[in-house]
């Protein structure tokens, strides 16, 4: 049993990790890669916690835990946030990203400069 509890933590310390580390540093110094890199660790930790769900129902039923629909049901829940919670950042990255692009070109047609883009 310590076994599916020490890979239940190491999946746990990942998906922390990969939601702290961007908040805590700066990735690049260019602003839309920065951005970028991000929001790509953010959905890594979406998906993570998506298949951590499908250990933990594999872990309960290995340890001849029954899995009663009331459990399911959550973990079917949070497995569906998570996919939701990867269509909206992969969403908000692309109306960023446009509105970055728009910005530059405006910037560029005005003759400022275009260095952060």
Do not use: H
């Not at 890199?37 to 769900?53: D, E, H, K, N, P």
């Not at 446009?98 to 405006?106: C, N, Q, Y």
């Amino acid at each position: 049993m310590s076994a599916e509890i020490s890979i239940t933590m190491f999946f746990l310390a990942i998906v922390v990790g990969l939601i702290t580390f961007p908040l805590a540093t700066r990735l690049s110094r260019v602003e839309w890669l920065d951005m970028f890199l991000r929001r790509i660790c953010w959905v890594m930790a979406l998906f993570i916690m998506s298949l951590l769900t499908a250990v933990m129902a594999s872990i309960a039923t290995a340890a001849g835990y029954t899995i009663n629909k009331e459990l399911f049901t959550i973990l079917w829940i949070l497995q569906w946030g998570s996919y939701l919670g990867m269509l909206a950042l992969f969403l908000s990255v692309l109306f960023t990203m446009l509105d970055m692009w728009k910005v530059a070109g405006r910037n560029k047609r005005m003759g400022g400069s275009n260095e952060e883009y």
